[in-house]
Nanobody, 120 residues
Framework: QVQLAESGGGLVQPGESLRLSCAAS????????MGWYRQVPGKERELVAS???????DYADSVKGRFIISRDNAQNTVYLQMNSLKPEDTAVYYC??????????????WGQGTPVTVSS
């Protein structure tokens, strides 16, 4: 199977920056897309940003202009550079990847989540 290892969360003050990283490992034939979601208690998990293998990106409106997603395809790693952080960005951030683990079999995989807290 596939494992996603996240790192980079923490506590920052409003206006500061954080960089999240997520590396995929295991039985990987091809990674279709990688991205980040976030969730706060009582709310559904929401897409923050994603990047497919063709380079196309998708961002939540609330983070456009502040967050940048990038990928290292050779290392099956995705990064999320978060700038100008706001208290409303506080959430648990989850890495997500759509992966072919064989020529025909694919699945969506999730990391364990890394907390981000933005507070003064």
């Amino acid at each position: 199977q596939v494992q996603l290892a996240e790192s980079g969360g923490g506590l920052v003050q409003p206006g500061e920056s954080l960089r999240l990283s997520c590396a995929a490992s295991g039985t990987i034939f091809r990674v279709v897309s990688m991205g980040w979601y976030r969730q706060v208690p009582g709310k559904e998990r929401e897409l923050v940003a994603s990047k497919n293998s063709g380079g196309g990106t998708d961002y939540a409106d609330s983070v456009k202009g502040r967050f940048i997603i990038s990928r290292d395809n050779a290392q099956n790693t995705v990064y999320l550079q978060m700038n100008s952080l706001k208290p409303e960005d506080t959430a648990v951030y989850y890495c997500n990847a759509y992966v072919y683990y064989s020529t025909t079999g694919w699945n969506a995989f999730w990391g364990q989540g890394t907390p981000v807290t933005v507070s003064s």
